[in-house]
C-alpha cells in the first residue's frame, strides 16, 4: 500500500474519532449544568484547558459561557480541532483515497460535512445542544459501522483501526481530566453527593455507565478510573484501545506478538506492557491527573513514531494538525 494511502485513511479515521470525542466533552459539561449551577467560566473553562488551547481560545478574546464555547469546539474553522474542522479534514482525506473506502462510507461522510455547514445545524447546536451532540456521536458511530461491515479487513482497515483506537484512548484520558479541571476551585466537594453527579456524567459521557454498574456496585473516582482506564473489555477504555491497536500493527507487519520489528511495534508494546503492570492504587499515588498528562504525552509521540515509520512523515508533523 502507498504511505499517502495509508496516512489518508489513519487521519480520515482519527479525525472522525476526535469530532465525536470533543461532542463528548461538551455532553460532560450539559449533563453537569443539569444538576450543579455554576458561573460561567467555572463551567465551561475546563473543557478549553483539557484541550491545550487555551491560549489560542484567549488569543481571540472569547469569554468563557455556553455559546463562545460551543462555537470554537464545533463550528470555528480557524481552530483546526474543532468538530467541523475535524469532519471537513476528514472528507478530504476520504476524497484523496475514495477507490480505496466503499461508497457507502464517502456518501455517509460527506453528507455528514454538508449537514454541519447548514445554518440549521448552528441554531440546534445552541438552542438544542443534548439533541445536537447527540446526533453527532451517533454519526460517527454509523461511520464507524460502515468502515467494518462494507471495507475488506486488510491493510488499509488496519491503519484506520490504529488511528481510530489511538485517537480514542488519547480523547478517554482527556474526558477524565476534566473531571479533574472541575474540582480544581472547589476540592472541598471531593466525596461529596455533587463528586459522586460529576463522576456519573464522566460515566455517561463516555457511554461507560451501564457497563460499569455491572462490574461496580458504587461510583467512587477510583473505581471509575479504574474502568476507563484498565478494563480489557470496555471498547472506550484506555487498556482496551492500546491493545486492539498494536493487534492491527502486527496485522500490518507481520510479526508475531511479543515481536517488535520497528519503532512504533516497540513503543507501542512498552505503552500496553506498562498499563498491564500498573493498577489504580499506583495511579492514584502518583496522581490522577498526571498519570494522564504523561499518557497523552505518550499517545502524541506513538502518533508521529507511526507517522515516521509508516507514511514517510517527519516526526509530530501531524499530531495536532487538520491540514490532510
Known amino acids: 500500500m502507498l504511505s499517502r494511502v495509508a496516512n489518508s485513511i489513519y487521519w480520515m479515521c482519527r479525525y472522525i474519532e476526535r469530532a465525536e470525542n470533543v461532542a463528548r466533552f461538551i455532553d460532560v459539561n450539559l449533563n453537569l449544568l443539569l444538576d450543579l449551577p455554576a458561573d460561567d467560566k467555572e463551567q465551561w473553562s475546563p473543557l478549553i484547558m483539557t484541550t491545550g488551547d487555551q491560549a489560542l481560545y484567549e488569543k481571540s478574546e472569547k469569554i468563557y459561557n455556553q455559546e463562545e464555547v460551543i462555537w470554537f469546539l464545533t463550528f470555528d474553522r480557524s481552530y483546526p480541532n474543532s468538530i467541523l474542522s475535524c469532519v471537513s479534514a476528514a ?3 476520504a476524497k484523496s483515497i475514495r477507490e480505496i473506502i466503499s461508497s457507502e462510507m464517502w456518501e455517509h461522510l460527506n453528507n455528514f460535512y454538508l449537514e454541519l455547514m447548514k445554518e440549521e445545524s448552528i441554531k440546534m447546536a ?3 445542544p443534548n439533541r445536537f451532540f447527540n446526533i453527532i456521536k451517533m454519526r460517527s458511530h454509523l461511520f464507524t459501522g460502515l468502515l467494518d461491515s462494507t471495507m475488506s479487513h486488510g491493510e488499509a482497515w488496519n491503519f484506520a483501526r490504529i488511528g ?5 484512548a488519547d480523547k478517554t484520558s482527556r474526558i477524565l481530566d476534566v473531571k479533574y479541571f472541575m474540582l480544581l476551585p472547589q ?3 471531593v466525596n461529596t453527593p455533587i463528586d459522586n453527579i460529576q463522576w456519573i456524567s464522566v460515566l455517561r459521557s463516555t457511554s461507560a455507565f451501564e457497563m460499569f454498574r455491572k462490574e461496580f456496585h458504587q461510583v467512587r473516582p477510583e473505581n471509575v478510573a479504574n474502568f476507563l482506564i484498565f478494563n480489557r473489555l470496555f471498547p472506550r477504555s484506555i487498556y482496551h484501545c492500546i491493545e486492539k491497536a498494536q493487534i492491527c500493527l502486527h496485522r500490518i507487519t507481520g510479526s508475531p506478538t511479543g ?7 516497540k513503543r507501542l508494546g512498552r505503552l500496553k506492557a506498562d498499563l498491564e503492570y500498573t493498577d489504580i492504587e499506583e495511579v492514584i499515588e502518583e496522581g490522577l491527573h498526571e498519570f494522564l498528562d504523561d499518557l497523552q504525552t505518550e499517545f502524541n509521540q506513538i502518533g508521529g513514531i507511526i507517522g515516521t515509520t509508516f507514511f514517510n512523515i517527519k516526526l509530530q508533523s501531524q499530531t495536532n494538525s487538520s491540514e490532510q
Request: avoid cysteine.
Open 164 to 168: 481510530m483506537m489511538l485517537e480514542r
Open 91 to 93: 472528507r478530504e482525506n
Open 126 to 128: 445552541i438552542q438544542d
Open 187 to 189: 476540592v472541598g466537594l
Open 259 to 265: 515481536v517488535a520489528t520497528n519503532a512504533a511495534e
